[in-house]
Structures are given as structure tokens and as C-alpha cells.
């Protein structure tokens, strides 16, 4: 009776979420004291070649089999091992913005015009083989050129903060989880996380960021600025996608390279932009693709490094519409994010950018924009605002699970191969897309924590969401639409 419900379990499953599953791939919840045991069973009882791993939380592993054609009765049975409580499959998780074109009628226009020749590459350069190098490179002093093109920086107040407080500690460190940070970048590269345990030289004389040992014994080799959870690597590099790939099946612009510039691009470097907090550093988790999407078991993952690693501040701009409350995927993500929390580490997201990019309420839509909407404490959850502080279209809102409104539309930030931008492509005469989004609200929510947390060293997880969200600048267009009532205010936040 026991296979015969999980059968049955799993087929439900299986035609409920048929187009979000990762194939052959999937998450176990074992009891943590049996997590060994299970592991070992597992082993035993899978087809020869399939892949267990320990996730790391919550007694969660990751199944991935080798029967590439479909799950075996043998292989329910391994599931079915004494001490395991659940399993269903992992899951796809995407990013929020998705820019590709779903009319036919323009598709076949831009198709026309890159056969003629008339749209550039997005295609960002390679990084470089050994991730500490450049471990410096902005250099230069003066003003950031572009900071004029920054209007949510001005609207922040963010010149008035610094002026007080200083633009942050190096101490403090922002995980981007995303598609991966261009380490190499001028306006980024001083600040990126250099991981203490994987620089300098070994006893052997060796340099430690290139020696091929797990020299700080996290699990991870030569883990410079971070690690790519998607490619299974030590360059969690920003992969970018041709304007084909974007625009006819969805891909990276540089993503996470725009996203880390509104965290802690550099101040007074004579280059570009600046970013909420540029001091403080930035460690770079990729999980998402070059085609914008992961799963839930790399995400857990990379969470649970940055928590590892030291992260105070966990910035996420990504998410699905929607989730199973019952499937094991969605308990498996709030299971780390609940890690992050008993360790004191914010968990920034946002709050996603609607159906067909119309915004709605994860207060009360049967899709809410997840994470965002969970109801973990230590999640802030982030809605877009334009220039004249209105709801951006595309933003979704929640009374009760929205917490405040930050700057998501046409924001200015660095992009991949030490370029700047507020606009991912535009093709005249035929359409334009710039870089709006709650992906582009959350860094600079982020960025406010981090320089919080400059001032504040000792807050609590709790304590910086309290002066998030009590500081900001009240306004009619978000008085019923967040919990907070207001958008973010780095000028007031920092006078607490």
C-alpha cells in the first residue's frame, strides 16, 4: 500500500507541474539524523550511475537518476527507504524578466533584420581562467560619469547618507544569487568578495586562488568571489545570450551584472555608476542560466553558501508564479531561506513582475510571486517604482506580503564587458526594452540593508527589516499596496 500511494502521488505530481520539473531530478526529505543512512540506501537501490547529494538543510538530497527515459518502479521503490518522509521532483526556477517576443507578426521582423545584419551582439567576453585575476582594475578617482542617468539614486537620497554615515564597510557582503556577476567589470571588480580562505599562498608556496585545493575547507575549490552552482564551477561568471537566443527563446542579458551595479558598483572611481552601497562587497552566486532559469535544488544551494560563506544580505530577483504548498520543492526552498533567517542573514526579493507582465496581488492572486510571498520573517519583499514614484505596470503588490517600493524602471547599471545601460536592446523602429523590473528594485533594497548594516554591525536580521520598512517615504501609490505604505528612503533610513 505504501508503493502504491507513492505511484499515485507522484503521477498527480507529475500532471499538475508536468512543465516545471527538471527531468529525472529530485528532492528527498529525509529525516536530518538519517540523512547518511538514506544516502547510503539510496545508492544501493538506484539505477547504476544516479547521482545523491546532500543538500545541506533541513535533510533535504538531490536524486538525480540515470535512466534517461522515465522513473522506474525500482526506482520509486528507493524512495520508499526507511527514513525518508517525502520526495517529488526539482524544480524550475526562472528569472522575472523574460524579454523575448511572443508575436508573430514582430518575430518575423526581427528576424528579418538580424538576417540583414542590423542587430548587435549581446555576447559579453569570456572570464578569465583563474577568477582572482584581475583582483583589482577600476582604479582611477573622480566623479562616476553616468550617475546622472541614476534617478533612483537620486531619489534616494543617497549622496545625503554617504555624506553622514560613509558609503559602507568592506565587511559587509551582498550575495547576488542570479545568473553570475561579471568579476572583471571596472566599475565592480574592487568590490567583489575575495574569499579569505582562498587567496594568498599555500604552505606549498602555490597561490591558494588557483592551487585546485579546498584550501578553507568549505567543500568548494578555489571559490574566489563566490561559485556557479549551475555549471558546477569556480566562475560564477554573467553569461550573456546572442539577441537571437533573447529575443526568440528567452536568455541573459547580464542580468546579474546589472543587478550587482545597483548593489555596490564603485563611488568616485572616475568610471560609470555608483550603487546603493559602494563600499561593501558584493559575492557572486550563480544559479540561473544563460537562458534565465535553474532549479530549486541549485537554489538551495547557493543560498545556503551565501549564509555559509558570510553573507549578511542575500539579494534575489528571481521567482516562479506560484507554488504547491504540499510539493516538496516549495518546502525545500523555504526550509533554506529559514536556514538564512537562524543565521541572521536578510533575505531580499522580489516581488515579481505579474502574469504577461500586468501586475497583480500576491495578497490574494492564486499565483503569487514566490519566494516573495513567504511568510519566512526575515524576507523583504521588493515592488518597482518609476520616476514619479508609481507602481511600475508590470509589479505585482500585496498589502500583507509586499514590503515596500524601490526604483524598477528604466534603471541605469552596469552590464556585462564594462558597459552601462538602462536599455537591454533596442531595435528602431520596432521595439525597445529597457532594464524595468522588481529584479532591478530588490539590489537597491539590498544595497540600503548593506549600508545599514555598515552603521549598525551588530542588527539583527529583524532590526534592518524594522528600519527598511520604517523609514520609508510614504505615498499615496503605495499606501494600500504595501506593507510599509511607502518606498525606500536611504537618506531616512540612514538617520536611525
Not at 548587435?120 to 577600476?138: E, F, M, R
Not at 543560498?303 to 525545500?332: C, F, H, I, M, R
Not at 534592518?464 to 517615504?473: G, H, Q
Amino acid at each position: 500500500m505504501r508503493l502504491l500511494s507513492l505511484l499515485i502521488g507522484l503521477s498527480l505530481t507529475w500532471q499538475a507541474h508536468a512543465s516545471s520539473e527538471v527531468r529525472n531530478d529530485y528532492l528527498v526529505k529525509a529525516d536530518p539524523s538519517a540523512v547518511a543512512e538514506v544516502i547510503s540506501n539510496l545508492k544501493e537501490r538506484l539505477p547504476k550511475g544516479s547521482q545523491v547529494s546532500d543538500l545541506g538543510v533541513a535533510g533535504w538530497i538531490r536524486v538525480q537518476l540515470s535512466d534517461t527515459m522515465m522513473m522506474t518502479f525500482s526506482s520509486v521503490n528507493a524512495f520508499s527507504a526507511p527514513g525518508i518522509k517525502t520526495f517529488g521532483p526539482n524544480r524550475v526556477i526562472k528569472l522575472w524578466n523574460n524579454w523575448s517576443v511572443k508575436s508573430p507578426e514582430m518575430r518575423a521582423k526581427i528576424m528579418a533584420r538580424i538576417q540583414e545584419g542590423g542587430l548587435p551582439d549581446l555576447g559579453g567576453p569570456v572570464p578569465p581562467d583563474n577568477p582572482a585575476i584581475p583582483t583589482t582594475g577600476s582604479g582611477g578617482s573622480g566623479a562616476d560619469p553616468n550617475y546622472s542617468n541614476q534617478w533612483g539614486m537620486n531619489q534616494l537620497g543617497v549622496k545625503d547618507a554617504w555624506a553622514a554615515n560613509g558609503k559602507g564597510s568592506d565587511q559587509v557582503v551582498v550575495a547576488v544569487i542570479d545568473t553570475g556577476v561579471d568579476y572583471t567589470h571596472e566599475d565592480l571588480v574592487d568590490n567583489m568578495w575575495r574569499n579569505p580562505g582562498e587567496t594568498g599562498v599555500d604552505t606549498n608556496g602555490r597561490d591558494k586562488a588557483s592551487n585546485g585545493v579546498d584550501d578553507d575547507g568549505n567543500g568548494f575549490v578555489d571559490d574566489v568571489v563566490g561559485w556557479d552552482f549551475a555549471s558546477k564551477d569556480n566562475k560564477p561568471y554573467d553569461f550573456t545570450t546572442s539577441v537571437w537566443d533573447m529575443l526568440f527563446g528567452g536568455g541573459n542579458p547580464g542580468h546579474g551584472t546589472h543587478c550587482a551595479g545597483n548593489v555596490a558598483a564603485r563611488a568616485d572611481n572616475g568610471k560609470g555608476v555608483v550603487g546603493v552601497a559602494p563600499n561593501v562587497k558584493i559575492m557572486a552566486i550563480r544559479f540561473l542560466t544563460e537562458k534565465g532559469q535553474g532549479t530549486t535544488a541549485d537554489a538551495v544551494e547557493a543560498v545556503k553558501y551565501g549564509v555559509d560563506n558570510g553573507a549578511n544580505v542575500l539579494s534575489n530577483s528571481w521567482g516562479s508564479e506560484g507554488d504547491d504548498p504540499n510539493d516538496p520543492a516549495t518546502q525545500a526552498l523555504k526550509d533554506v531561506i529559514q536556514y538564512a533567517e537562524s543565521h541572521n542573514v536578510l533575505f531580499v526579493a522580489a516581488a515579481g513582475n505579474g502574469h504577461q507582465g500586468n501586475g497583480y496581488d500576491n495578497d490574494s492572486d492564486s499565483r503569487p510571486g514566490v519566494p516573495a510571498s513567504y511568510s519566512n520573517e526575515n524576507i523583504v519583499s521588493v515592488a518597482a517604482i518609476d520616476e514619479g514614484a508609481n507602481l511600475g505596470s508590470f509589479s505585482n503588490w500585496g498589502a500583507r506580503t509586499v514590503d515596500l517600493g524601490a526604483p524598477g524602471v528604466k534603471v541605469f547599471s552596469t552590464m556585462v564587458g564594462n558597459k552601462y545601460s538602462d536599455t537591454v536592446i533596442d531595435i528602431p523602429g520596432m521595439m525597445t526594452a529597457t532594464w524595468d523590473g522588481t529584479s532591478m528594485a530588490a539590489p537597491h533594497v539590498s544595497g540600503a540593508a548593506a549600508l545599514y548594516i555598515s552603521k549598525h554591525p551588530g542588527a539583527s536580521y529583524k532590526e534592518v527589516k524594522s528600519a527598511l520598512l520604517s523609514s520609508v517615504r510614504r505615498t499615496s501609490q503605495l499606501s494600500s499596496k504595501t506593507v510599509s505604505g511607502g518606498q525606500l528612503d536611504v537618506r531616512a533610513l540612514m538617520q536611525r
